[in-house]
């Protein structure tokens, strides 16, 4: 029997949080939506209150738990409660956010916080609704800001690219296991 492995989604209302574990999700995921009251940009129809919740299994077998986080900040009491015991955090920000740059930063400092004990990686969606983004930019522009960790580019509503950038997680996190054991 494995460890249970949970990982947690968080980042701005309307980054992909819901959509991506809906996407890898083996089963009906847990979500709880409710229609926004204004209309929402993009045609965002319905915003997540409390978490989301779906399991995944790897080809190896490795079952993860996986949650999500509802991204309005007047629901950040929420944050703590659902990334409690996660190994790994994507964090998700949305490339056509005027201040993808800086959200990401402010992001993973939080989190780092909230879980000071997971690994993090970034994945960048909404790419193509984009037209200047660049991933190089973003490493960099983190880097500097001292955040070494996986990023990727993907497209939240595509399970391969959801779960690839999982398993860069899972094993950056393995490997910096190995070299802090070292
Ligand atoms: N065109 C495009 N749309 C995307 C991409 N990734 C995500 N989306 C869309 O962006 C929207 C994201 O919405 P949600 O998944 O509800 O976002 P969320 O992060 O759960 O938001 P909250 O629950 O409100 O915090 C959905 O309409 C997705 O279909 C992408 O790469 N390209
Ligand atoms: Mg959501």
Redesign the pocket.
């Known amino acids: 029997m494995n460890d249970l492995i949970k990982l947690a989604?968080v980042?701005?209302?309307?980054?992909?949080?819901?959509?991506?574990?809906?996407a890898i999700s083996d089963g009906e995921p847990i979500s709880t939506?409710m229609p926004?009251s204004h209309a929402g940009e993009?045609?965002?129809t319905?915003?997540?209150?409390a978490m989301?919740y779906a399991t995944i299994e790897l080809d190896d077998g490795e079952l993860l738990h996986v949650y999500?986080?509802?991204?309005?900040r007047y629901?950040d009491f929420m944050w703590p409660l659902v990334c409690e015991g996660a190994v790994g955090i994507v964090v998700?920000v949305?490339?056509d956010d005027p201040d993808m740059i800086g959200q990401a930063d402010a992001l993973l400092r939080e989190f780092a916080r909230i879980a000071p004990a997971a690994s993090f990686a970034v994945g960048v969606?909404?790419?193509?609704?984009s037209d200047d983004f660049a991933l190089l930019q973003l490493r960099d522009a983190l880097g500097r800001r001292g955040h070494r960790l996986p990023m990727a580019?993907?497209?939240?509503?595509?399970s391969a690219?959801v779960e690839t950038l999982i398993r860069m997680l899972l094993s950056y996190r393995y490997a910096e296991s190995r070299i802090n054991a070292a």
């Open positions: 989604f980042g701005n209302m309307g980054a992909g949080k819901t959509t991506a574990i809906r939506e926004i993009g045609g965002k319905h915003t997540t209150v989301d999500g986080v509802p991204g309005q629901l998700l949305a490339a969606t909404r790419a193509d609704l580019r993907l497209d939240a509503r595509d690219q």
